[in-house]
């Protein structure tokens, strides 16, 4: 979810999101609370009445503790699916690894190789959507395949390939949303064989260099609250946590399967 919408966005965002209805099948609206709107529970309450959707998808700060309850008031049932951690490092701060002349960063709109390295790299991501009966995990991730097209085909799509003698390899991916002063990494990751070898820093490193070339000043980050490794590795790059935001499905209960 982009940092505008989490960070700075001044009220309650709804809105429908076609891609994922047509995706899973079901109607889905996206209810948006920014760290900064300073919405109240009754907007959110009128906002999930007044929605014809079969499943909102709503996101609000995870400060307002007391919301989840009356949540489960609304007439839907009400699915926790944990919670976005967003994290910030001001651009020429990171703690770089070493250079490695074996890696070599570099763009792709190679939408075949996009598309597999998304398909291994996230193929064991527990994102918010497992949360929900109604969506098929394989549609998720075929979901963020085309999230990564999409960056790709705009020119956003940063890649590290094995430089080496012989080496052609692809070895890990980010796509990001770029704005004049700030760069989110949307999706990044390290292919499964060659995770924990170091290659993820020198990712986090080459979308730094871009940012720092075309003069932004900060790097934005997010994932699943319950991913500590990642998380791990923002820390030790230099990324700090700003915010989190907590997700809920809101689904219709005639939807879901009756529990035994």
């Known amino acids: 979810m982009a940092w505008h919408d989490v960070m700075e966005a001044p009220a ?6 076609p891609l994922e209805s047509a995706r899973f099948g079901r109607s889905v609206e996206r209810l948006t609370v920014s760290a900064g709107a300073g919405a109240s529970f009754d907007a959110v309450r009128e906002a999930v009445l007044g929605s014809a959707a079969e499943v909102v998808v709503l996101r609000y700060p995870a400060e307002r503790i007391d919301w989840f309850a009356g949540l489960t008031g609304l007439g839907r049932t009400a699915l ?3 919670s976005l951690v967003y994290w ?3 651009a020429g701060r990171g703690r770089a690894p070493d250079p490695s002349p074996g890696l070599v960063p570099a763009p792709t709109a190679d939408t075949a190789a996009v598309e597999r390295l998304v398909a291994d790299i996230f193929a064991a991501y527990g994102s918010h959507y497992l949360a929900n009966p109604l969506f098929d995990a394989d549609a998720a991730l075929a979901g963020y395949q085309e999230w990564a097209l999409r960056s790709a085909a705009e020119g956003r799509c940063l890649t590290l390939r094995d430089g080496g003698p012989g080496g052609s390899r692809l070895l ?6 770029e704005a004049a002063t700030r760069t989110e990494i949307l999706l990044a ?3 499964s064989d060659c995770q924990g070898r170091g290659l993820y820093a020198h990712l986090l490193k080459a979308v730094e260099d871009r940012t720092l070339a075309r003069g932004a000043t900060e790097v934005v980050i997010s994932t699943q609250g319950h991913n500590t490794r990642v998380q791990r590795a ?3 790059y230099g990324f ?3 915010q989190t935001l ?3 499905h809101l689904v219709r209960s005639s939807l879901l399967p009756e529990r035994e």
């Open 88 to 90: 910030r490092l001001p």
């Open 80 to 82: 926790f699916a944990d």
């Open 189 to 191: 990751g390290v292919v």
């Open 240 to 242: 700090e946590p700003v």
């Open 12 to 17: 309650l965002r709804a809105q429908p999101s």
């Open 172 to 177: 890990a991916l980010a796509t990001l949303e």
């Open 234 to 236: 923002w820390a030790r």
């Open 246 to 248: 907590l997700t809920a």
